[in-house]
């Protein structure tokens, strides 16, 4: 029910105007608690495979993509929110004067790659440079992806390790 309820919100945001900026609100927060849930249940899921297969291998990386996925919906959300939070990213507008004028109406508009690009670059915690957060909540939300991004990997990576050792004792005590 989450992930329809995230689901639906993100494609109501698609379809409003610039102005109704807040309505990114919603998103941020349905996706940033689903994709947390759907990471936590994940590890656990995979805590409770007694065997290490191909099957294990594509749950982890779809859980490592979707933790991408929903990083880089976070930074459009918090970008239709907050203009400005990044430099470097196609945003859809033009500054005339001191006022940027939209030249898209819709938060459609937003360069959606370039923000999932920068996500995963900071769910890696690589870091090019050609995108950089400009405000604290923007930091902020950064800190938390590289932080997530580096936790999943060290809890997978114990996860699989763990039931490789495993797999691997029981495999010799039956050889012998």
């Given at each position: 029910?989450?992930?329809l309820g995230?689901?639906?919100?993100w ?24 994709g947390?849930w ?16 191909g099957a294990v291998?594509?749950?982890a990386?779809a859980?490592?993509l979707?933790?991408?996925l ?6 459009c959300g918090?970008?239709?929110?907050q203009p400005?939070?990044?430099r470097?990213?196609?945003i ?5 004067g001191?006022q940027a ?5 819709t938060?459609w508009g937003?360069?959606?790659a370039e923000?999932?690009y ?7 915690t690589m870091?090019?440079g050609d995108v950089v957060?400009l405000?604290a909540?923007?930091s902020?939300?950064?800190?938390m992806i ?8 060290a809890a ?12 691997e004792?029981e495999?010799a005590?039956?050889?012998e």
């Amino acid at each position: 029910m989450l992930g329809l309820g995230a689901i639906g919100f993100w494609l109501l945001w698609t379809l409003t105007p610039v102005e109704m900026r807040n309505t990114g609100i919603p998103v941020i927060l349905l996706w940033t608690v689903f994709g947390g849930w759907s990471a936590i249940r994940l590890i656990q899921r995979l805590a409770r495979e007694c065997k290490v297969n191909g099957a294990v291998l594509q749950g982890a990386l779809a859980g490592y993509l979707m933790l991408g996925l929903a990083s880089g919906l976070l930074l459009c959300g918090l970008e239709t929110i907050q203009p400005g939070s990044f430099r470097g990213i196609d945003i859809g507008t033009q500054l005339v004067g001191t006022q940027a004028v939209g030249l898209n109406h819709t938060v459609w508009g937003l360069n959606f790659a370039e923000l999932n690009y920068f996500a995963f670059v900071s769910l890696t915690t690589m870091g090019y440079g050609d995108v950089v957060p400009l405000t604290a909540p923007a930091s902020m939300i950064c800190v938390m992806i590289a932080v997530t991004g580096t936790f999943y990997i060290a809890a997978v990576m114990g996860v699989l390790i763990s039931r490789l050792t495993i797999q691997e004792t029981e495999q010799a005590r039956n050889a012998e």
